[in-house]
Nanobody, 122 residues
Framework: VQLQAFGGGLVQAGGFLRLSCVAS????????MGWFRRVPGKEREFVSAATWSGSSTYYADSVKGRFAISRDNAKNMVYLQMNSLKPEDTAVYYC????????????????WGQGTLVTVSS
């Protein structure tokens, strides 16, 4: 199983980015998909998750209303549209797959991507 996240970069505060994650080696629509982020020295933080169909989505309070998760099961892709970015959104963002469910707990996820760095300048 391999998850590859990409789309990070440097953006000014108030700007936007779209992260993408492509999965291989698994039956994609058996898995809930999540996005997490990590700042050096801090705990991994839940950002967003979507159930296998994408019909139910979940967000951390800190990103609600600014970020949107979506998925394309035909392409084995999950996306995170990030709008109105703030400097505190700066982190390495990881996509993760969870068999059967979509929860906020990082320890519940079975597979992880390598991470993509998002830097938001003030």
């Amino acid at each position: 199983v391999q998850l590859q996240a990409f789309g990070g970069g440097l953006v000014q505060a108030g700007g936007f980015l779209r992260l993408s994650c492509v999965a291989s080696g698994l039956t994609f629509d058996d898995y809930g998909m999540g996005w997490f982020r990590r700042v050096p020295g801090k705990e991994r933080e839940f950002v967003s998750a979507a159930t296998w169909s994408g019909s139910s989505t979940y967000y951390a309070d800190s990103v609600k209303g600014r970020f949107a998760i979506s998925r394309d099961n035909a392409k084995n892709m999950v996306y995170l549209q990030m709008n109105s970015l703030k400097p505190e959104d700066t982190a390495v963002y990881y996509c993760a797959a969870q068999n059967g469910l979509a929860t906020r707990g990082w320890q519940d996820h079975n597979y992880w991507g390598q991470g993509t760095l998002v830097t938001v300048s003030s």
